[in-house]
């Protein structure tokens, strides 16, 4: 991901220009094709560029909006044929112009400004400065792909979306949050999330966006979107329901390989075997290399035999890794495990010796994550609330003939008999103290 960090005085002093190389020297790992700097009065922001795609532009920002208007961002936008012909419609782009994502955002803020984040659709997180009413103005996308964290301090305003870039500003203190520690210790993550581990930096949530003013002290956060309750989609055939599926697909897919050459995470099973196959589809040129993790000196394991079928019947260079033993926490010394926050993966030096792999043959990977809850189909209770029902009846009937059995009804009647019998055990380990239990998001002890 690209990076960047934004620094807002309130004291009226400018920002010290080694203040800003120094935070910058943090964001470096993060965007290694280019950096750049720009400091004026009560503002400093450091970008460092990583190109992922053919619409990445071809130098870091800050990118200039006009109108005294200048932002550091991180974006992906999906759906960018339709955002184009919105601007156009309203003659937002020059003729001519570049194209590329921060081209798009400058075009919507001139258009839409605060509102604009509601005609993006993709990743993103972005700071915005306007130094015609110095005011920041930072977004992070709806499913919360990108980051964003900040610490808002009597003096001054620190944001990114990399936690070493604000840390590493001399007024944010590194106490840690107990709290968030609390919830590590019992959900392996922190569960509040507008907190970090550490007292002194928060972190946006997704699908909100933050205001903060120049002349005094808080920010005001918005949540800008829902997880919306679209209408029932009904086709008169059956076929309609696996067309449409695979148009849309096809159309995140193609969002996504925007890219000169790209990986996929391939293992045996249908999630990842259908992205590969829709990347096929779509981007028939794009030089696509597979890699599987195989695990046979633990387990047995088929997913590199099956993953070979796939790639081998698409066309996809394969490249299997072995995992060895992988004994737990082996590096816990080594950088690998030199993470932001703490982690309970115990793989990680795996995980970042495949990325650096998947590194070398494209700056894209894909996968296929959990499509067995996205395809899940609804519970009777779910159908009732959302259609007629005599569709519902004869919807039950046809599952009933074809599966001989009945649907799940999503009352979990089951699940909630067998916590009656046997009441799951909740609460923090005994060896945490309790008074740092109760500031956990979920505490529940006495």
């Given amino acids: 991901m690209s990076a960047f960090v934004v620094v807002l005085e309130r004291r009226g002093a400018g920002v010290p220009q080694a203040l800003m190389n ?35 532009p071809a130098a870091a920002g800050p990118h200039d909006a006009g109108a005294g208007v200048m932002f550091a961002a991180d974006l992906r936008f999906d759906a960018r044929d339709d955002l184009i012909a919105r601007l156009d419609a309203r003659a937002a782009l020059a003729r001519g112009a570049p194209l590329d994502d921060p081209a798009l955002l400058a075009a919507a803020w001139r258009t839409w400004k605060g509102s604009c984040v509601d005609e993006l659709h993709g990743d993103f997180s972005f700071a915005l400065w306007d130094a015609a009413v110095r005011t920041l103005f930072c977004a992070r996308d709806p499913f919360g792909v990108h ?49 970090t581990s550490f007292e002194a930096v928060q972190r946006l949530p997704p699908g909100h966006t933050l205001e903060v003013s120049a002349s005094a002290r808080g920010v005001t956060a918005r949540a800008w979107w829902r997880f919306p309750v679209p209408e029932p989609i009904r086709y008169r055939r059956a076929e309609g329901y696996t067309e449409h599926f ?22 045996g099973g249908l999630d990842s075997a259908t992205v590969a196959a829709t990347a096929r589809r779509v981007a028939p040129q794009l030089p696509l290399v597979a890699y599987t993790t195989s695990y046979a000196e633990i387990l047995s394991d088929d997913e590199p035999r099956l993953a070979q079928a796939v790639a081998g019947r698409l066309g996809i260079r394969h490249v299997v890794l072995d995992a060895g033993i992988g004994v737990p926490f082996a590096q816990v010394d080594s950088r690998a495990f030199d993470t932001p926050e703490p982690t ?18 494209g700056s ?35 599952y009933v003939v074809s599966h001989r059995r009945l649907p799940h009804t999503g009352l979990w009647l089951r699940r909630r008999f067998r916590e009656w019998i046997r009441p799951p055990r909740h609460g923090m380990p005994e060896w945490v103290r309790p008074s740092a239990a109760r500031l956990a998001s979920d505490p529940s002890v006495p």
Avoid at 155 to 184: K, Q, Y
């Fill in 246 to 267: 695979r148009a849309v697909l096809g159309e995140a897919v193609r969002d996504r390989t925007r890219t000169p050459r790209s990986t996929i995470l391939l293992s």
């Fill in 344 to 361: 309970d993966d115990y793989h990680l030096d795996h995980w970042t010796s495949l990325f650096a792999c998947l590194r070398s043959d």
């Fill in 22 to 56: 120094r935070l910058a020297s943090r964001l470096v790992t993060h965007g290694p094709d280019g950096t750049g700097l720009h400091v004026g009065p009560g503002i400093g922001i450091a970008h460092a560029l990583l190109r992922t795609d053919l619409d990445s």
């Fill in 147 to 195: 980051p964003l964290y900040f610490s808002d301090l009597d003096d001054c305003f620190i944001c990114s979306n990399v936690l070493a870039a604000v840390r590493a500003h001399p007024s944010v203190s590194g106490e840690l949050r107990t709290g968030a520690i609390a919830d590590f210790l019992r959900h392996g993550f922190n569960a509040d999330v507008s907190t």
């Fill in 364 to 398: 894209v990977a894909l996968d296929g994550e959990d499509g067995d809850a996205l395809l899940a189909p609804p519970g009777l209770l779910t159908m009732f609330r959302s259609l007629p029902p005599s569709e519902v009846a004869s919807a039950l009937i046809c």
